[in-house]
């Protein structure tokens, strides 16, 4: 099973990206998805998270901003970002909860830089 992210770059602040990741491999089924960031020097810290149902969860400094959503069909997740800011700066991580041949497990993708200049 692989977690493949895209979409990331470098946006002015105030600016607008969309992030994607897509499992790929043999997959049984997904269970939550998510979004996770860490910029230099600093902890991973959760962003937002999708049930399989399409239940929400954001942290508090992206809520109103970022929004999570999912495609079953095609075993991605998209974050878009709206209203970018300095702070948002960091390596994004998609996380997904796959089960496979082996059972259940935490998977991640590798990550993409997210720069917002000021």
């Known amino acids: 099973v692989q977690l493949q992210a895209s979409g990331g770059g470098l946006v002015q602040a105030g600016g607008s990206l969309r992030l994607s990741c897509v499992a790929s491999?043999?997959?049984?089924?997904?269970?939550?998805m998510s979004w996770y960031r860490q910029a230099p020097g600093k902890e991973r810290e959760l962003v937002a998270a999708?049930?399989?149902?399409?239940?929400?969860n954001y942290s508090d400094s992206v809520k109103g901003r970022f929004t999570i959503s999912r495609d079953n069909a095609k075993n991605t997740v998209y974050l878009r970002m709206n209203s970018l800011k300095p702070e948002d700066t960091a390596v994004y991580y998609c996380?997904?909860?796959?089960?496979?041949?082996?059972?259940?497990?935490?998977?991640w993708g590798l990550g993409t830089q997210v720069t917002v200049s000021s």
């Open positions: 999708i049930t399989s149902g399409g239940t929400t």
């Open positions: 491999g043999s997959i049984f089924s997904i269970n939550a």
């Open positions: 996380n997904a909860e796959i089960e496979n041949h082996y059972g259940w497990d935490n998977y």
